[in-house]
């Protein structure tokens, strides 16, 4: 089991900047020591579908949604257990609920979007013009 808990969100004028971070908790119990995961951030705007924003395999790699890319930047702290979303030149377009999530443990060389299993309660940010 995986519980994950975002902060950081709020309100911020579009060119503003925000920091999102998720919290992971794992069961130690079951997990396999070379387990690695994949972990993101999606978010959804009302009335609109749920989109990845960024995601890090378990090798390392990143991979941003293109509306966010050379705006966003996603990093992770393994020790602290926590993933982070920087979040810089925010446009309006960008509010929406963001989502923290993670895969169960395997070898994980690329993240699809159905194979996360485990998700955050959601986080609003907004963006005025």
């Known amino acids: 089991q995986v519980q994950l808990a975002e902060s950081g969100g709020g309100s911020v004028q579009a060119g503003g900047s925000l920091r999102l971070t998720c919290t992971a908790s794992?069961?130690?119990?079951?997990?396999?020591?070379?387990?690695?995961?994949?972990m993101g951030w999606f978010r959804q705007a009302p009335g609109k579908q749920r989109e990845r924003v960024a995601t890090i395999d378990g090798e390392g790699t990143v991979d941003y949604g293109d509306p966010v890319k050379g705006r966003f930047t996603l990093s992770q702290d393994d020790a602290k257990n926590a993933l982070y979303l920087q979040m810089n030149s925010l446009k309006p377009d960008d509010t929406a609920t963001y989502y923290c999530?993670?895969?169960?443990?395997?070898?994980?060389?690329?993240?699809?979007?159905?194979?996360?299993?485990?998700w955050g309660q959601g986080i609003l940010v907004t963006v005025s013009s």
């Open positions: 794992r069961d130690t119990h079951s997990r396999d020591s070379h387990d690695t995961y994949c």
């Open positions: 999530a993670s895969t169960r443990g395997g070898t994980w060389n690329f993240c699809p979007m159905n194979q996360f299993e485990y």
